[in-house]
Structures are given as C-alpha cells and as structure tokens.
C-alpha cells in the first residue's frame, strides 16, 4: 500500500472499539482511518454521521468531528449538515438494518439529489447489536432469534437497490481485504456527488465464522475483467444480479451534475433577476 505522510491513527480518538473479536466493523474503521491519512484530510473538515447499532458505533472511534444520530437517520442529517457546510467532507455509516430498513426510505432521495456525501454501509446480514434479529439483507432460509425455523423473507440486494436509484457511484468490498476497503473508500471520496459502497463485513458471532470463508470462496475482482467499463449500466446490472459471485469493485460511476451545483446555478439565476422584497413574496399569498 502507499505510504502516506500522515499518521492514519492521528485520526483515532483513542476510544477502544467494543466490537466482538472477529467482527467485520474492525478492518472498516481501520480502513477509513487509512484512507482519510492518504487523502490527508484535516480532521477538522471531516464529520461522520451515524445511525444506530454496531457499525453507527464508528464515529467514536474517530477523531474527527462525529455525530450519531437516531435510528436510520444518518443520511438526512448527513446530507443537512453536507448542504449547510458544503466545505466539509461528509461520511454516512451505518449498518444493512439502520440504512435499508428504517432509514431506507432517504436513500432513493440522497441518490437522485446527487449530494456530494459518502455512504458506507457495513452489511452483515443480521441486526448484530439487539442480539440477532433477521434484518433487510439476511438470507432466506437463514434462521436467527426471530427466525427459528428460517427466514421466508427475500433479502434487499444492495447494490440493485442503488443502481436502480441511478446513484452515481456504486461499489463493494469486504472487510477480508484492507488494501481493496481502503482504495474503494477513498474512490468514494475522491467522486463529486453521493457516492455508495456496501461492505460484506461478517458478524462472527451470530451469524458465524463461516461467513468470512463464503466470502472467500465467491468474491470476484469484477475491475480485474477484460471488459469491465464502470460506466457501463448494463455490465453493471450483470455484476449487480448474479447468484454466482459476489462482485468487488466499482460497479458504476458515471459523474453528473451534484445537488449543490444545480443549487448554485438556482441561486445565480435567482440573483440576476428581480429584487424581491418580504412585501413582493406576502403579495402571492393575498390574491
């Protein structure tokens, strides 16, 4: 891996993760910590936005500025806070229940909006901090502490689900390989608008150790084919859809104009025409 000048544990709090051994979330922060030394980021310009559950832990584990919010609201707060402070490189994370169950509802609007804001999603297929409840991505058939005799659910593809959202930058990597985590993290960042990477990050204890050799067995390095071409939505969808491999890599990135330029456009429009006064706005409300 490159060498950075920056220190990656510079951007630790100091705070000692809690996670259970073997877990996932351990390489993602590692990761993220990486790839902000790469980027050589000032902490003071970065925030990450958080959830709730194992993985919406991370941003105390970080030093820089860090926030966790309510249940499945990482992604407004985040986008709120990127629209306010459009200076400031802003990081969403979360786990597969926070970011497609109860939050799943903001990711269609972060996606078509095109806010430049990034969004790390730590997927292991169970709701690991309540204890192992099935959550959105656990497989049918898989039997958890509400699901005794299997779930009968079919679970959320995440990376359908984006691409069908048209977000402009789709990705995945797992946990298993650092120097991939941390190249697709800081692919993610360097791409203006919102950018979504979905991280297989395996939950040891309640969905079991196995989980880390599935991934082995089935990941494919889908930037490693002849005729990869991330621009390419069709190739995309192949590699979003097959049963056969978990694909690694960015699956598409096409950039477009962000939320933030179209607003910006708005306002210069806005500016060269008429001088609207409080009286010109309350006289459209009195016809």
């Not at 030394?37 to 003071?44: G, H, I, N, V, W």
């Given at each position: 891996m490159t060498e950075t000048k920056v220190n990656p544990k510079d951007y630790l709090s100091g705070?000692?993760?809690?996670?259970?051994?073997?877990?996932?979330?351990?390489?993602?922060?590692?990761?993220?910590?990486?790839?902000?030394?790469?980027?050589?980021?000032?902490?003071?310009?970065?925030?990450?936005?958080?959830?709730?559950?194992?993985?919406?832990?991370?941003?105390?584990?970080?030093?820089?500025?860090?926030?966790?919010a309510i249940h499945g609201r990482a992604l407004p707060i985040a986008a709120g806070l990127k629209l306010a402070r459009p200076d400031l490189t802003v990081l969403a994370v979360g786990g597969d229940g926070d970011i497609f169950s109860i939050g799943g509802n903001h990711l269609p609007h972060v996606a078509r909006r095109n806010i430049d804001l990034k969004c790390i999603v730590m997927d292991n297929g169970i709701y690991g901090l309540t204890k192992g409840q099935v959550s959105p991505t656990t497989p049918i058939g898989e039997k958890t502490v509400t699901t005794a005799y299997g779930s009968i659910e079919d679970p959320i593809q995440p990376l359908k689900l984006l691409l069908s959202y048209e977000a402009s930058f789709v990705a995945q990597s797992t946990s298993l390989d650092l120097n991939h985590l941390v190249s697709m993290i800081i692919a993610a960042m360097n791409h203006k608008g919102f950018a979504f990477l979905n991280v297989r990050s395996p939950c040891v204890t309640y969905r079991g150790k196995d989980q880390y050799d599935i991934i082995r067995q089935r990941s494919k390095y889908i930037d490693k084919e002849p005729d990869y071409d991330p621009t390419d939505m069709r190739k995309a969808w192949q590699h979003a859809i097959t049963p056969e491999y978990i694909s690694l890599g960015i699956l598409y990135q096409k950039p477009r104009d962000t939320y933030e330029d179209r607003w910006e456009k708005m306002r210069e429009i806005a500016r060269a025409g008429k001088d609207w006064t409080l009286n010109d706005v309350m006289k459209g409300f009195m016809k």
């Open positions: 705070l000692k993760p809690i996670w259970c051994p073997g877990c996932g979330d351990f390489a993602v922060l590692n990761a993220v910590v990486k790839a902000f030394a790469t980027l050589e980021l000032p902490k003071e310009k970065v925030a990450v936005v958080s959830g709730i559950g194992c993985s919406s832990r991370l941003p105390g584990y970080l030093g820089t500025y860090g926030f966790n």
